[in-house]
C-alpha cells in the first residue's frame, strides 16, 4: 500500500454484504422469556478501497430475516460504492474525516475517539430533536471538562480495564445443574456481577433466584431481565415479589417503546431498591432522550449495532452524562462485546471519568470467530490494543457459516438439523 | 367457483409480490418541507388460493427503498404460501375467520367490521401493553354502547358519506398560482378544509397562509403540516408567529417519535388555540398509546399502512375513544385513501358514534390505477359499496409502473428522464 493518498485511490472500489448464521438454538444458548430459540447472525460487510485496504463491520441478528438487512444494506450501498471516503465523511465532520486518513490505522477506536478535540466530536453528532435536551454548545461543554484527569484513565484502562458481568450462566433455557455449574465458572474467573433470564413463571423465577444466591450469596451483584414480557402493572406486581433477592435491576420490563410505562414501573420499584434497565431495542436517539427525561431508566443500555452507528451513540453518551444517568452497554450476540467496549473506554477515559456502578454486559459466545476478539480478565475487558473496531470475521468463519451455503450449514441441513431455505421457492 | 369449500381449497398456493412506483416527483406532487423529490410507489401483494380467487394489498412507500420492503414481505411469504387461511386467522379470532368464509366476498369491509359483535372484535386485537389505558373488557363495553344508533349512521353514510378536507392544493413546492387555482378548484366542489404545507421558510409561510386565507376567508378550516422539521422549541416559536391565520392544527411538528416533545408543544399551543396532529408515522400501538396518554396529540392520524394492520389500527381507534381523542385519517400516498375510508366509516357507524369535527384527508392523486377507487363528491367520501378494502390495481396500471420493467419505466429511462437502476450492479 502506497502511503500517498490520492483522491483515486481513497475511492471506495466494492461492498459486500454476506448473511453469516451461528446455530446458537441448537444448545439454548441465548434463550430467553421472549425469543427461545434464536440463531445468533449478522450481516457482515466487507468495503473495499482502491488502495486494496478493507473495512468490515456488522450489525446483530437472530437468524431468519438476516436477508432482509442484507437487502436493505444492498440498497444502501449504491450510495456507497464510487465515492471517495473522505468526499463521504465530510458531512459528518472532521471525526469522520481522521476515520478516512491513514492515522485510522494506527489507532484503536476508543483511543482514537478520546484523542479528538471536543470541537470535532461533537461535529459528528446529528442533534436534530435533541435540543430541548441538549445542545451542541452544552455537549462541547461537557467533553471539555471531560478532558481532566484523562491520561491517568487511559494509564488504568490499559492497565486493568473495564469492568463487566455476566448473562451467561443465567439464560432461561438452562438447567438448575448447568446454572450452577457455570455460576461456579465465572466466580473463580472472578465475576461478581450475575445476570439471570426472569419473566416465564413467576415461581421459577423465586427458585432460581433463590438458587442462584445460595450460590454467590448477597455481597455478589444480581441483575434480572425480563425481554419485554410483562404488562406495566405486571412488571411491578411480579418484581414486588422477587425483590426479597435484592436485583439491582430489572431489564426490559415491558415494551422498549414504552417510555411512560417505564417512568410507572420506575416510580413503583424504586421504594424496593431496584432500578430499571433498558436500550438494547431502543430505536433511535428521541426515544432515548425521552427515557432519560422522564426517569424511565437509570440504567442506559446502548447496544452498537442498533442505532446510526457510533455517531448516533455518542448523542445518548452524552445525554445520559448531563442527566446523570448511568450506561452500561448490552453486548453479546455477534460481535456487540468487540464494538461496545470501545464506547465505554471512550466514555470512561474522555466523557464520564468514571468506570464506579458501571458494567459491560459480558457473554461468552462466538468470539472464537473473529480476528481480534474481545478479551476479558479477571471480570474486565481489557483494552484493546490492534486497530479498528474489532469486527473483521476469520476466513475460515465466513467459509463454514454464511448462510446457507457454508460449509457447517450444508452439513446441518445434510444431517436434517435444519431445513434448507434453498428449497422454498421464495427463498431468492 | 365451488361454493362448497374445504380445506385444500382454501389452501394459499401463492403469493406474489410487485414493485410499484409512479413518477410523482415529476410535478413536486407530494412534496413537502422534509420529502422534496417523492415517487409515489408501494409494494402491491396478490394472495391466491386454491379456488382461484385473489386477494390484495399494499404499503405505501416513496420510491427508493420499495425493492427492501418486497423484500421482507417475500420473506414473510413462506409463513403464508401453503398454510389454509382458515388456520392462519385462527389466531386472530373469530373476526379474522369471517373474512376467510365466503362471506368476505358479499361485503364492504367497513360495513364487515359494523356487523360483528363486539366479542368478535376485541377478539382480533392484541391488548399486550395496553392494559395500563385500556384492557379487553373496557374495549368491549366501549363497543357495547357504540351500536346505539348504528342503523340510522349507516344510513346517514350511505347518503352523504364522511366528510374530508383537502391537501391537494398545498405542496410545497407549487406556485402561488397553482395554488390559488387548486383552492378555487376545491372549494367549487365544495371543500372547506384545507390543509397547507409549512416549515421551510418562516416569511414564505406567513406570506403562502395570508394568501390562502385572502381566497378562502375566516369560515372556512385550514391546517398546516411540517412533516417533523422543527425542534421542540422551533415549533412552538414558529406556530406562535402562524398563530394570526387560526390554524385548526399544526401536524407532525417534530420528530414523530417524540411524545413528550409533542406534549410540550400541545401544551405550548392550546392558549393559541392551535391543537397538534400526528400519527402517521406512528410505528406501534405502545407509541399511539403514549401520545394519547400524554396529551401529545389532539388528533389522532391513523395510516393504513403504517402499523400492524388492521386489527392494530382498531385498538388506536379504542384508545382514542376511551381517552377522547378525535381520529382523522391520514390519506393519499398510494392507496391510502382507498383502505382509510373503511376504518373511519365503521368508527362512525360502529365505536365513535359521531363525524363531529372529523374528517378523513383527500388527496386525488394515483386513484386512476385501481379497479375501485375512491370516490368523494360534495366534499365527502362516499361509502364504498364494492367487496373488499379497494386495494386492486388494474392490470394495466401494473404493466405500466411496475418498478424498473414497467412500460411508462422503460420509456423514462430511454428518455434520460430517470436513470435505470438495472445498470448498477447492486441492483439485484
Redesign the interface.
Known amino acids: 500500500m502506497s502511503h500517498v493518498q490520492t483522491t483515486e485511490n481513497l475511492k471506495i472500489i466494492s ?1 459486500d454484504v454476506k448473511d453469516l448464521r451461528f446455530p446458537t438454538s441448537l444448545h439454548a444458548d441465548g434463550s430467553d422469556a421472549m425469543h427461545n430459540d434464536p440463531d445468533y447472525s449478522c450481516a457482515y460487510v466487507t468495503i473495499k478501497i482502491q488502495t486494496g485496504l478493507e473495512g468490515h463491520g456488522l450489525t446483530f441478528t437472530l437468524g ?2 438476516t ?2 438487512v442484507v ?2 444494506i ?2 444502501l ?2 450510495l456507497v ?1 464510487g465515492q471517495v471516503i473522505t468526499d463521504i465523511y465530510r458531512e459528518f465532520g472532521s471525526f469522520w474525516r481522521t476515520l478516512t486518513s491513514e492515522s485510522q490505522l494506527r489507532w484503536v477506536i476508543w483511543q482514537l475517539l478520546a484523542d479528538l478535540e471536543p470541537e470535532q466530536l461533537v461535529s459528528c453528532i446529528d442533534f ?2 435533541l ?2 435536551v441538549i445542545t451542541k454548545e452544552e455537549a462541547l461543554e461537557l467533553l471539555k471538562e471531560g478532558r481532566e484527569g484523562k491520561e491517568e484513565r487511559v494509564n488504568k484502562l490499559l492497565e486493568v480495564g473495564y469492568p463487566c458481568y455476566t448473562t451467561q450462566a443465567g439464560w432461561l433455557g438452562y438447567s438448575n445443574e448447568k446454572i450452577s455449574e457455570l455460576v461456579e465458572k465465572y466466580l473463580d474467573l472472578g465475576f461478581t456481577a450475575f445476570k439471570l433470564k426472569v419473566g416465564k413463571n413467576l415461581y421459577d423465577d423465586i427458585k432460581r433466584l433463590e438458587f442462584v444466591r445460595n450460590i454467590i450469596g448477597y455481597d455478589k451483584i444480581l441483575m434480572v431481565d425480563a425481554n419485554q414480557v410483562w ?4 412488571a411491578i406486581d411480579w418484581m414486588a415479589q422477587l425483590a426479597q433477592f435484592k436485583p439491582l435491576w430489572i431489564e426490559e420490563p ?2 422498549p ?5 417505564h417512568a ?1 414501573i420506575s416510580k413503583a420499584l424504586h421504594p424496593l431498591g431496584i432500578s430499571v434497565a433498558s436500550g438494547e431495542m431502543c ?2 436517539r ?2 432515548f ?2 427515557f432519560l ?2 426517569d424511565a431508566i437509570q440504567y442506559c443500555q446502548i447496544d452498537s449495532a442498533r442505532i446510526g452507528g457510533v455517531n448516533e451513540i455518542l448523542s445518548v453518551y452524552l445525554m445520559a452524562k448531563k442527566l446523570g444517568v448511568k450506561v452500561c452497554p448490552h453486548a453479546g450476540g455477534v460481535g456487540l462485546c468487540e464494538m461496545v467496549q470501545h464506547l465505554q473506554m471512550w466514555d470512561y477515559v474522555a466523557l464520564s471519568g468514571t468506570s464506579e456502578g458501571r458494567f459491560i454486559e459480558y457473554i461468552d459466545q462466538q468470539h472464537e470467530h473473529f480476528v481480534n476478539p474481545t478479551i476479558v480478565e479477571n471480570a474486565h475487558y481489557l483494552a484493546p490494543r490492534t486497530p479498528g473496531y474489532n469486527t473483521t470475521f476469520k476466513k475460515e468463519a465466513i467459509e463454514n457459516y454464511i448462510y446457507p451455503e457454508g460449509k457447517e450449514w450444508e452439513a446441518m441441513f445434510a444431517k436434517g438439523v435444519f431445513s434448507d ?1 434453498r428449497k ?5
Chains 1, 2 share one sequence.
Open positions: 461492498m431468519r430475516g436477508e432482509i437487502k436493505a444492498q440498497t450501498s449504491a460504492v436534530r430533536y435540543s430541548n404488562e406495566v402493572q405486571e415491558t415494551s417503546d414504552d417510555v411512560l410505562g410507572q430505536c433511535n428521541v426515544l432522550k425521552q427525561q422522564a431455505p422454498h421457492k421464495y427463498w431468492t
